[in-house]
Structures are given as C-alpha cells and as structure tokens.
C-alpha cells in the first residue's frame, strides 16, 4: 500500500507547476535520494556541477515513470531516462 501511495503522490507532483527551490549541491556521479514531494521544488534543485541529474525516488513503481519523463521534458532537461530498479524509480537527466 505504501508504494501505491508514493507512486500516486509522486504523479501528482510531476504534474503540478514547479514552486522554484534553493539548489542543493551535489557530488558529480552521486545518486540523491529524495521523496516525491521534493520534486515539486524543480528538478534543477538536484543537479550536479556537470549538469548531471542522478535522482532515487524509493518505493515507487514504474506506473510514475511517463509523469516524471513529462516533468523533466517541461523543465528543459534531455537525455531523460526513468528505470524501475529494485529501491524504487532511477530517475537521470541532463541539462
């Protein structure tokens, strides 16, 4: 139940308008986890200085993967991917 639960918030998140966020530095090639919320932020937040984005969305199933896609392309990022692993969504972009 709980990773129905954050795959559907994680949706809704994807759809609404990014708030705008404080970036937040990270270690080129690290894998960030965050919730589904932080997205909401801008997924801009989590790039690295390379302008990499490496992001773990745990206990969420793939059903969330074209609403982040969706997200990612409105925020200008390209060679997107969103891939179920055995923790939840690997989500990489770049910008």
Known sequence: ??????????????????????????????????????????MGRYLDASGELRLLVPDCRGLAAPFVLFRLKREGFSRCSVRVVEDGLLIQARR
């Not at 139940?1 to 090639?29: C, F, N, Q, S, Y």
């Open 1 to 42: 139940m709980k990773r129905t639960l954050r795959t559907v918030a994680l949706m809704w998140d994807a759809l609404l308008p990014a708030r705008g966020g404080i970036p937040e530095p990270v270690e080129p090639g690290v894998l960030r986890r965050c919730d589904p919320a932080d997205i909401r932020g801008g």
